[in-house]
């Protein structure tokens, strides 16, 4: 049973920092693809960024340059590293991951509670 925990959300002031971890169990955390999502009030949940098990990455243009996911595979944690942040990146953050069940079941999707980032002065 794959769970996802994140952590580390809270209020910031724009211009500052904040990392979000999304702890991983009951999964071979090393070969998943890990990402981060994030929804807005009224808007679709959109992706951030996710880093393969290889430890290749990719960003959203939106947090290019600010954002940095990066991956602890003895820890079996993803990290979130948000810097420069702005009031546009007020959003609840969800990790994500999807596990493969074998031929039988397939692939499935697992996601986390979501952690709360508000960027406001």
């Known amino acids: 049973h794959v769970q996802l925990v994140e952590s580390g959300g809270g209020l910031v002031q724009p211009g500052g920092s904040l990392r979000l971890s999304c702890a991983a169990s009951g999964t071979i955390f090393s070969r998943n693809t890990m990402a981060w999502y994030r929804q807005a009030p009224g808007k679709q949940r959109e992706l951030v960024a996710d880093?393969?098990?290889?430890?290749?990455?990719n960003y959203a243009d939106s947090v290019k340059g600010r954002f940095t996911i990066s991956r602890d595979n003895a820890k079996d944690t993803v990290y979130l590293h948000m810097n420069s942040l702005e009031p546009k990146d007020t959003a609840v953050y969800y990790c994500q991951t999807i596990e493969d069940h074998g031929v039988r079941i397939g692939p499935l999707e697992y996601w986390g509670q979501g952690t709360q980032v508000t960027v406001s002065s």
């Open positions: 880093i393969t098990s290889e430890g290749n990455t």
